[in-house]
């Protein structure tokens, strides 16, 4: 029963590094979304996308690049790694009008 | 953007007593749901509703999906030890097809044995 799987949990960048990071579901749920969670400030929407091949922008989609090709993957992708990015990120899926399933989180530090 | 307004922002409280936490949003939800966090994982599901009125029980949880439907509450009743984490509401906004969903700010749970 894997679920949603995310992979790193926890990863160090240096400044202007880039890096990806992956969400895996087994569930054929149809949407899939990231978001980054910061203390005091609950969890806010990067991407999301509604099936392969479609994407949108959430809340705070500056410097985050999505792409859906399969129904199983959604990968994030820092493109020059901020300090302003340390968070935790979780990705997320659900069918239409159901409730997300969360991964465990990537802890992501920016030096 | 929206937003939604979770309070309180954190509580500390008895073993045994009953816990009531609310969000409230400037417009119109199809849905609310409801979630907990606990340390290290990611948020877990309790409660989701779809109809303005509607109350839904889960164990000692219960939620309510305010009558303007834009307003939720979640209630614990008897509240044990390991009611402790981070309780998040969530909802999604009328007219975005089903699938984008904003958060609240959470609210923390204490609870002294």
């Known amino acids: 029963n894997a679920g949603v799987t995310q992979t790193p949990k926890f990863q160090v960048l240096k400044t202007g590094q880039s890096m990806t990071l992956q969400c895996a579901q087994d569930m054929n749920h149809e949407y899939m979304s990231w978001y980054r969670q910061d203390p005091g400030m609950g969890l806010r929407l990067i991407h999301y996308s509604v099936g392969a091949g479609i994407t949108d922008q959430g809340e705070v989609p500056n410097g985050y690049n999505v792409s859906r090709s399969t129904t199983e993957d959604f990968p994030l992708r820092l493109l020059s790694a901020a300090p302003s990015q340390t968070s935790v990120y979780f990705c997320?899926?659900?069918?239409?009008?159901?409730?997300?399933?969360f991964g465990q989180g990537t802890r992501l530090t920016v030096v | 953007g929206q937003q939604l307004n979770q309070s309180p922002q954190s509580m500390f409280i008895q073993e045994g007593e009953d816990v009531s936490m609310n969000c409230t949003s400037s417009?119109?939800?199809?849905?609310w749901l409801w979630y907990k966090q606990e340390p290290g994982e990611g948020p877990v599901l309790l409660i989701a509703?779809?109809?303005?009125?509607e109350l839904t029980s889960n164990g000692r949880l219960t939620a309510q999906f305010g009558i303007t439907r834009k307003d939720s509450f979640l209630n614990i009743s008897a509240s044990i030890p390991s009611d402790v984490g981070i309780y998040f509401c969530?909802?999604?906004?009328?007219?975005?097809?089903?699938?984008?969903?904003?958060f609240g700010a959470g609210t923390r749970l204490f609870v002294k044995a």
């Open positions: 969530a909802g999604r906004p009328s007219g975005t097809g089903g699938f984008k969903t904003i």
């Open positions: 997320a899926s659900s069918q239409q009008g159901g409730g997300a399933f």
């Open positions: 509703l779809y109809k303005a009125g």
């Open positions: 417009s119109i939800f199809n849905t």
